[in-house]
């Protein structure tokens, strides 16, 4: 049944994508959209003095079609290069007239015949530039630059639809079979060479269709219009590596720099060149406290002190070094401003990139078959026409129950026509980005208490107290505890950092009027956050001997093992029954590290005597 409604699936799909590129060109043409030549973008590959839209492909009369030539598996073209090639036949054209359109244009080992032009409407009319988002995507996870398959689509920047789309298949069960190369002749590129050749396919089938595709919003590596979600993540990354040589380039401290980056680019999209570098060189001098050329948005400007909601306790940064290299990662993009003006995204290309593997998941092979490209055809139908397309191949059919189909397609697209109208609300949108902030609060106040659980050889360290076994001992105080003659001792302990991996610098505890309290020399560093709350320090003298501190004090202190021998002498001291010891956040912090230490000088036996 696939192999009998494959074929109308895939027909059906062109049919839509056809419909798409007349929706496209009929916008572009009756100026609801500004074409690309009137905001100052020129042909991808063509000097900036050349707006004249060439014509491309062979005369009318000349109807042999040859394949585009594709390179062998160890040598791939890039994009670009894909691009001179197709600029290279619009100059053929130009110089040397129709009489030289049927040379080979070699490009390196790339061999491209010019194909014919079968341009819809009167003879002579020039196709219709429209900017378009384009992207390619391999069927395996990963970086999958040895996929066996992969495909490529355009959609139009108006209509927000496929306009064409194309695959690539490595490896054929009919031909692996037969020994021969199946009639679809795309199977001898390697996964690097797939995208430029799709990208080189799809460019040339366009002047079939009418349009020219003057425009790409697409990896910022590739053209010269950049799509602002690659261009986030690329400047995330560089973050990252920042963050390796500079502490004070903290989460907090990247996401307010890339709000205010985002927000440069959003807000130049439609202005000058000029305004658009002006905007990304007042981030990092607005984000160290110089709002001299800050625009109106700035609440800091004109000399108030309104400080910085998205920064570190609401104050500007500090760390020149940071600055420095803040300032060098902006310089590419304050460089090439020009390329960041764009009104284009690429998330409808990831959305039907998710609906294709939908269809045709990663973690199977459909690509041996003609299934591959029966699955990509019913993706991109679902994409442009919604569910109703199933209708549409039951009715030509006449497949039962039709019934049954219609309730099901009209139910899918409420449904899909509902989520996009609430994921696309500001309202929704809000609650996204409040969900994102307590996840990853969340995930960092546990960690912090949690110390290393995962990451790579942790499973090496000398010692771990995830592999102890610990006795439970709030099982027994709960039993019947009400009835009993309960002594409570609150305790509470200062360490060196949060986690597991934390040193005890003193433990101190109350009973009634009687007290206890002593101090740890620990054997590493103490982190500045904690002894800005508990004011503790460790400081060496001009031999190299360490002291802990209190206030600038020495403590005299001991070892945690004699500390904790004592401990225990004093609780004894108390002579007091069914002892229940008691802590703020005990149960998530302090007791752990109690039990670690008393675990680790082997003195938890008299530990469970004394306490009940």
Known sequence: ???????????????????????????????????????????????????????????????????????????????????????????????????????????????????????????????????????????????????????????????????????????????????????????????????????VELHTRARDKGLKYAAVIVNPELVKYSDIGHVKRNVRSKLENVQKCHKALTAKVRDSFLKNFTYAIKQNADKSEREMMCALQTIVPHMYGEHGNC????????????????????????????????????????????KLR???????????????????????????????????????????DGYSYINEIVNEKILTPQKHTEMYSKKMDEERKRQKMYKSSINAKRRRLELKFERSTKAKSDEIKEGTSYESFCGFDSYDLDILDIPDMITKATDGMEKKNINIVLFDLETTCLGKNAEILQLAAKSDDTSFSCYFLPDGDIDPKASNVNSLTVKRDINGNRYLCKNGRDMHAGTIGDGLRDFLGWLSSLDKENIVLAAHNGKSFDNRILLKYLIKFKILPKFRELIY
Not at 72 to 91: G, H, K, R, V, Y
Not at 295 to 305: K, L, N, T
Request: charged share 25%; aromatic share 4%; glycine share 6%.
């Open 342 to 384: 764009t009104t284009g995204s690429s998330q409808a290309n990831e959305s039907l990139n998710n609906a294709a593997w939908n269809k045709t998941p990663k973690s199977r092979n459909y690509n041996r078959s003609e299934s591959f490209d029966y699955r990509l055809s019913a993706a991109v139908l679902q994409f442009n």
């Open 295 to 338: 625009e109106d948005w700035c609440r800091s400007r004109g000399g108030a002190d309104a400080g910085h909601r998205n920064l570190p306790f609401g104050a500007p940064l500090q760390d020149t070094h940071l600055k420095i290299s803040l300032e060098n990662l902006l310089a590419p993009y304050i460089i090439n401003a020009d």
């Open 1 to 199: 049944m696939e192999r009998v409604l494959g074929p109308l699936v895939e027909r059906h799909a062109r049919d839509s994508c056809n419909r798409a590129c007349a929706q496209e060109k009929l916008l572009t043409e009756t100026g609801k959209c500004t074409p690309p030549e009137e905001k100052g973008v020129t042909e991808l590959g063509t000097p900036p003095e050349e707006k004249e839209v060439t014509e491309l492909g062979t005369p009318p009369e000349e109807k042999e079609v040859t394949k585009l030539g594709t390179p062998p598996e160890d040598d791939q073209i890039s994009f670009d290069e894909a691009m001179i090639i197709l600029e290279t036949q619009n100059t053929q054209t130009q110089r040397f007239g129709e009489s030289s359109l049927n040379r080979l244009i070699h490009h390196d080992q790339v061999t491209v015949k010019t194909p014919p032009e079968t341009v819809p409407g009167p003879a002579g009319d020039a196709p219709t530039a429209v900017t378009v988002s384009q992207d390619a995507a391999w069927s395996k996870r990963g970086r999958a630059m040895n996929s066996l398959s992969g495909w490529g689509h355009v959609i139009g920047v108006q209509t927000q639809k496929c306009l064409d789309f194309s695959s690539r298949i490595k490896r054929c069960a009919t031909c692996s079979q037969c020994n021969r190369k199946h009639e679809k002749k795309h199977m001898t590129v390697s996964a690097k060479a797939m995208e430029p050749d799709i990208a």
